[in-house]
């Protein structure tokens, strides 16, 4: 099956600076890449997502870059702020029938210090 | 989260005990999920149904079971065949068209003594 690695498990940035996070998959076939954000005591939720078929995705400071030849795909937040301070995860998927079932990394913890 | 209520939000148990979390969604979702979250290990899928009356194990199924009598409702038992139950439990939504995300509640954190 799927195996999605995420790295790195904890990151400390500066507010104003950016942050990378970058996850790689097993699964060729894999064409879904969501990233959620997790804040404390919460679920997650979807902040951005691609699908194999574009390289890149922004949302004004949200961009979501993808290497299929690689197998890696990478978040990164630009001009940080205390509020983007949370959990975030990457995910994979294979959208094939009903067989849609998201593998998830495991977890960056992002802190943005002021 | 607005549409997926998951109850109790903290749930004590002793050791031994079968305990039920509850999972209630109003946005006609078709797919319901059940995750378990550790620390340093990600989302891990525990059940999954795609329609009412229908379910399949996920990657971590023992010790767990569910129902989905309704669609609007997908329960999850932690059985004392559950050796580690001590976990925060997500239960996720999704549409049956191609785009669908997953909607997340915001969990029921178990502590099992």
């Known amino acids: 099956g799927e195996n999605v690695e995420q790295h790195p498990s904890t990151l400390s940035v500066q507010e104003g600076d950016s942050a990378v996070i970058k996850c790689t998959y097993s699964?060729?076939?894999?064409?879904?890449f969501p990233w959620y954000k997790q804040e404390l005591g919460k679920g997650p939720q979807l902040i951005i997502d691609?699908?194999?078929?574009?390289g890149e995705k922004k949302d004004q400071r949200i961009a979501v870059t993808l290497n299929k030849t690689a197998k890696h795909f990478s978040l990164h937040i630009t001009e940080t702020q205390p509020e983007d301070s949370a959990v975030y995860f990457c995910a994979a998927r294979v959208d094939s029938g009903s067989a849609r079932q998201l593998t998830f990394g495991s977890g960056t913890q992002l802190t943005v210090l002021p | 989260d607005g549409g997926i209520t998951q109850s109790p939000k903290y749930l004590f148990r002793k050791e031994g005990q079968n305990v039920t979390l509850s999972c209630e969604q109003n946005?006609?979702?078709?797919?319901m999920y059940w995750y378990r979250q550790d620390p340093g290990q990600g989302l891990r899928l525990i059940y999954y149904s795609q329609i009412v009356n229908d379910f399949q194990k996920g990657d971590i199924a023992e010790g767990y079971s569910v129902s989905r009598e309704k669609k609007e409702s997908f329960p999850l038992t932690v059985t004392s065949a559950q050796k580690n139950p001590t976990a925060f439990y997500l239960c996720a939504t999704a549409g049956t068209s191609y785009n669908s995300p997953l909607h997340f509640g915001n969990g029921t954190r178990l502590t099992v003594t």
């Open positions: 691609i699908r194999s078929n574009v």
């Open positions: 699964d060729s076939a894999s064409n879904y």
């Open positions: 946005l006609n979702h078709d797919a």
